[in-house]
């Protein structure tokens, strides 16, 4: 029996559109609706970064990488650990699957990405980003 994992997956408006046909070619059903939830610095258009946040295949969360922040006694944050994922397993099951992407692109993507296991809230506010006006995480 598999145990899901949570994350909170933000990614910039420019990485946004692969994030999204990744998740859904790699994974039909589960993948629909991901990085739809817009964000900025002021909660106007347009939207910076857009979000995914819940539980992810144990599959899935391996291949992504992954940041453990916490605040120090003045309220910084620190990133305390960190795992790379592993964007050369994810771009080698994205050609399988006929993606037309690049090793490049693929890292471009989790060199831009914030991934934490932090309540969406908590990793909004520490990357000083609100959702746009109207959008639900």
Known sequence: M??????????????????????????????KNMWLAGLSAD???????????GAISPEFAALMP??????????????TASTPGDPVALFNLCVAAGMA???????DVFANSDVTEQD??????????????GDAL
């Open 2 to 31: 598999s145990l899901w994992s949570f994350r909170t997956m933000i990614v910039t408006a420019a990485d946004a559109p692969l994030a999204r046909s990744i998740a859904e070619t790699l994974s039909p059903e589960g993948g």
């Open 43 to 53: 909660g106007t258009e347009p939207a910076t970064h857009y979000v995914s946040t």
């Open 66 to 79: 992954d940041q453990t922040w916490e605040q120090d006694e003045d309220g910084n944050w620190t990133m």
């Open 101 to 107: 992407v690049t090793q490049q692109e693929i890292d």
């Open 120 to 133: 969406p809230q908590v990793a909004l506010g520490r990357l000083n980003l609100v959702p746009v006006t």
